[in-house]
């Protein structure tokens, strides 16, 4: 073990050694060489067990509960600093550490933080010394008043379950301690086909501030070749450059997501002594309350998922491939827009949904548990909100993607009936609205409700709601009652889906369909998720004034208040299982409605064991006809409906294994699908 320390020493050594020497700001990974443990387990000598970063330690429930660990843990690592350093300003970067964090350096207190999806930085420059030092994170992710989220319908994973850094500096700078932002914003005044006016504004700290500094900001277009640029004097700790693109290529959603980069110099005599990258699109967009969503001008069909960052077996200490997982099902299934619920997202898939033209709406975490006690607002997260904001706001102001700022999810007001608030929220949340308007005014505000929206008409641009029409309540799906009349007392504010959608365990299912409130039931049959989404989408596309539709949610998820379905503990709304390893059947329904690829699908595939020989067939397909097989039997064909779904009702099947096949065409190529169903004597 020593000598593998000595090795790695020596090789950051001689490698910072050569790349400080080209690069103005160095960044050094630190994922590696981590152990924790209790805090309580306060001797000296308490072993440690090693961990990677990102790693958060409660994944897991606790064995036969749903109850998972909420406390403080102690995160350690040596931290060399070589000799290549020495007069380099340096600095720690944390993109998360859920859900507060004290940080140590040679047991002297480098910062605290609090709230655990939003990054922070802090200076180490005179806290540390050339060769080995101490770091020390504390992380405690216990329940407390004073940070979002105070409650909400999913569980708060515990440690630095994002990646961190070490960024070594010349002692002038861009700005690393704002917000832990880039320091960079990129300002889009006026977009057009014709012409982008833009302003790249930078936040500097110039210690040791002298003469001969010279800011330069250079536009690329995705090719690489410069189409714009400027330089000025600097004079002070903000500087503004006003850009001017001519025909610019906007990013246009999954049509053109187009990028360009924009590389920001800060200059001392010639040499460049610090450089901040970052990628951008320049576009522009409306909400208009009769037609929807418009981007560039043109009509663009929100619809998509709500997302949480929850894996099996990680948590939300995810990694790119998980990042990556998550886009490609996204792309496949062709939804146009993400809701990334209920908190600011790591930046890898902001990064992700500006190269795959994915609409964003963001949100911070204030957010109540809906049909659940307690409301999710309290006066005291009030200091923790506008801190939240701000972060969100500065650390991902320059994603084309996002064109949403969510303010709040679920917070409840009193209506007399069901719902009784704590403190009221409504003072509040126009703050953080005029606060989000005041910070960026570009984008539009949103929050997502399921109480009267009279009450909070006055606190964002738009409206969504969170209803589960068919699941709750309804015997079948019926939205459109509810949304027309919404739409007629929202005064003129557009109006649209935060959240629809039904629960589903791939082992249960059901046909004919028995309905009923499901919603405590721990039967989540397969079949009655898909008639609830096609009830809901049915719906839907006769309604273009629903400015987006999102689906809750893209995979299942724990959350330690749920007592149903086939598994304490987690929420089986997801279209994928929690694995991401199955497709539920609802995933195919929406990729034959939002994926133009030619594709046919034979639903309920998984309800193999049947008692019952009369029974239907229902093929989800976006080719115009298909046909029918029984046991190599014709049955007959049917064209796709408004939906795209052929039926077949009242099909026999025989005694013992029988084989359901489906075949169609797209052009001269021939699509099918099999599967096998036994029934029983």
């Known amino acids: 073990m020593i000598k593998r320390l000595i090795s790695i020493v020596v090789f950051l050594t001689i490698y910072l050694s050569v790349t400080l020497a080209n690069e103005p700001r160095n960044i050094i990974l630190l994922d590696q060489g981590w152990s924790y443990k209790h805090f309580t387990d306060a001797k000296k000598d308490a072993p440690l067990t090693p961990v990677k970063i990102p790693h958060t330690w409660n994944a897991n429930y606790i064995e036969g509960t749903t109850s998972y660990n909420r406390e403080t843990m102690v995160y350690k690592r040596n931290l060399n600093i070589p000799l290549a350093l020495k007069d380099k300003r340096l600095f720690l970067y944390f993109e998360g550490v859920n859900s507060a964090a004290d940080i140590f350096v040679n047991k002297r207190t480098a910062g605290q933080h609090l709230g655990g999806y939003t ?157 901040i990258v970052q990628k951008t699109g320049l576009r522009y967009f409306t909400v208009d309350k009769e037609k929807g969503f418009f981007l560039n001008g043109q009509y663009l069909n929100l619809y998509g998922f709500c997302r949480h960052e929850d894996v099996a077996g990680k948590g939300s200490a995810l990694t790119k491939e998980d990042y990556d997982l998550d886009m490609s099902l996204v792309n496949e299934i062709g939804a146009t827009a993400l809701r990334l619920a209920h908190y600011p997202h790591a930046e890898t898939m902001y990064d992700l949904c500006d190269k795959n033209g994915i609409v964003v709406w963001t949100e911070i975490p204030l957010c109540g548990p809906g049909g659940y006690d307690y409301t999710g607002y309290l006066h005291s997260v009030d200091n923790n909100a506008r801190q939240v904001l701000k972060e969100l706001v500065y650390q991902k102001y320059n994603h084309p993607s996002i064109c949403f700022w969510g303010i709040f999810n679920e917070i409840l007001v009193n209506d007399g009936v069901k719902f009784k608030e704590y403190d009221d929220p409504v003072p509040f949340v126009k703050e953080l609205n005029a606060l989000y308007k005041e910070l960026d005014s570009s984008r539009l505000t949103a929050f997502a409700t399921c109480v009267d929206q009279t009450k909070y008409l006055d606190c964002a641009d738009l409206v969504a709601w969170n209803k589960y029409f068919g699941w709750y309540k309804d015997a079948a799906p019926s939205v459109s009652k509810f949304f027309d009349e919404v739409k007629v007392s929202s005064k003129g504010k557009p109006i649209g889906v935060s959240e629809y959608g039904a629960g589903a365990s791939i082992q249960h299912h059901q046909w004919p369909l028995a309905q009923g409130d499901r919603s405590d039931s721990h039967f989540h049959p397969e079949e009655a998720q898909s008639y609830c989404h096609e009830g809901n989408w049915s719906a839907f596309v006769d309604r273009p004034y629903l400015w987006a539709k999102f689906i809750w949610v893209l995979a299942d998820y724990q959350s330690s208040i749920r007592r149903e379905g086939d598994k304490d503990g987690i929420n089986d709304k997801g279209v994928l299982t929690y ?52 046991n190599g039997k014709k049955i007959d064909s049917r064209k796709k409906d408004n939906l795209n779904r052929m039926i077949w009702d009242d099909i026999t099947l025989s005694t013992g294994d029988n084989e359901i096949y489906v075949k169609g065409k797209s052009g001269k190529n021939s699509l099918f699908d099999r599967c096998i169903w036994h029934l029983e004597n």
């Open 579 to 630: 694995d991401r390893k199955t497709k539920k059947d609802v995933f195919f329904f929406y990729k034959a409605n939002w994926n133009p690829e030619p594709m046919i699908y034979i639903s309920s595939r998984r309800f193999v064991k049947r008692t019952n020989a009369k029974t239907q067939v229902k093929v989800y397909s976006n080719l115009n006809e298909a046909t029918l097989y029984i």
């Open 119 to 275: 990054a922070f930085s802090m200076e180490i420059t005179d806290l540390v010394h050339e060769g080995d030092n101490e770091l020390e994170v504390w992380v405690n992710n216990s329940y407390r008043t004073d940070i979002l989220p105070i409650s909400g319908d999913f569980n708060i994973y515990g440690g630095i379950h994002r990646p961190c850094k070490l960024i070594a500096t010349d002692k002038t700078v861009f700005l690393l301690l704002f917000y832990a932002s880039p320091g960079v914003f990129i300002h889009r005044n006026k977009i057009s086909e014709q012409q982008a006016d833009i302003t790249v504004e930078s936040i500097l700290s110039l210690k040791n501030r002298k003469s001969g500094l010279i800011l330069k900001s250079t536009i690329f277009n995705a090719e690489g070749k410069k189409v714009a640029g400027t330089e000025t004097i600097v004079s002070e700790e903000s500087v503004k450059q006003p850009v001017k693109i001519p025909k610019p290529i906007l990013w246009n959603g999954k049509k053109n997501p187009y990028l360009y980069t924009v590389v920001v110099e800060l200059c001392d005599n010639g040499t460049t002594i610090d450089k």
